[in-house]
């Protein structure tokens, strides 16, 4: 806070009288009060963002490299083939691209619904896509199991899913038939919200004899989405950080 004297206003502007000069100063005191209104205003808002969270250049790019990678790999090497771990990093980068929506909500960054509205561009992009025929079941597999990843962000966002127990959901999933796969997602979907919640999942429950179920793969998924996450901790501590 300072002090300017009409008579300053008089010195600037010699042709106003002293009742003027008062005037004008009036006017830029209220002018300042004005902005310092709007500056505190937008500090109290977070900024907001406009991120491209998935492009079609960016899926076109890693089909590329699925349809130059080999799936074959050393039938005397346990190790995963070439082609199966491009296929994981796809995946995983898809995971982390959703995530990082879901991350900037929870930043106050995106309202409930420009969040769902960005979960829909990026959905719409990874769901809707024809691929080339030698590798249709491949991105099939990928994407039942990306579903997971979306209804549990959409769950997130509705909420209802506290009161009830990982433990119990899995449990019950496990015990869904093939008929009831709207069943099993809708408990994989609310194990995958308490994950964005911060709860641990689902690493101790994924065994090698576990039965082939959707259930199963969606936990495998999630456990993937666990993954993802944890490595967003420190995601968007500073405004305008890239993705």
Partial sequence: MFFISTSFFHFLYPFTNEKDS????????AMAAQKKKAVHKESDN????????????????????L??????GDPNSEEPSHGLLVLSGFNQDICVAVLKIIK???NNRFNKEETVGKLQEVGSIVMNQE???DLADIIEYMQDQLVAVFSSCTTYLDGGYESTDIKDLIKEGRACTE???EKALDLASKIGAHIINGKSCCGRYIKDDMDPTMFNEWLIQLEMMSEAFSSLKGFDEQAGEEL
């Avoid at 991120?51 to 899926?59: A, D, K, N, T, V």
């Fill in 104 to 106: 900037l909500y929870q």
């Fill in 22 to 29: 008062y005037l004008i100063l009036l006017m830029v005191c």
């Fill in 131 to 133: 691929v080339p025929e």
């Fill in 67 to 72: 349809q130059e990678a080999d799936f074959g």
């Fill in 46 to 65: 977070p900024m907001k963002l406009f991120y491209i969270f998935y492009s079609q250049e960016r899926w076109d790019n890693w089909m590329k490299t």
């Fill in 179 to 181: 008929d009831e796969g």
